[in-house]
């Protein structure tokens, strides 16, 4: 399976920007996508971005369009999400996923996480 490895998370003004980073080791090889979901506390965990490591295509949840880009570097198997603009809702522990797609849902393969990493913005 694909290790995980996240960084980046933080304490940030509402309207100010992070940056996430997610390193991929293992059997990368075999990955189709990678991205993140982020979770709440007392809410469910949340599609937040994806991105496909062969062509770069790219899926976004709508509360995170035109604040948040997820790029990749597949030289070094590390995805990244740049988040602007951000807002006191998109506090959360943010997830890196190897992830796969059906039907247009997003999830994890294996239900396999990183250790997440914990974005916090104020008000």
């Known amino acids: 399976q694909v290790q995980l490895v996240e960084s980046g998370g933080g304490l940030v003004q509402a309207g100010g920007s992070l940056r996430l980073s997610c390193a991929a080791s293992?059997?990368?090889?075999?990955?189709?996508?990678m991205g993140w979901f982020r979770q709440a506390p007392g809410k469910e965990r949340e599609f937040v971005a994806a991105i496909i490591w062969s062509g770069g295509n790219t899926d976004y949840a709508d509360s995170v369009k035109g604040r948040f880009t997820i790029s990749r570097d597949n030289a070094k198997n590390t995805v990244y999400l740049q988040m602007s603009s951000l807002k006191p809702e998109d506090t959360a522990v943010y997830y890196c996923g190897d992830l796969t797609v059906y039907g247009g849902i997003w999830s994890a393969r294996g239900n396999y996480w990183g250790q997440g990493t914990q974005v916090t913005v104020s008000s």
């Open positions: 293992g059997r990368t090889f075999s990955s189709y996508a």
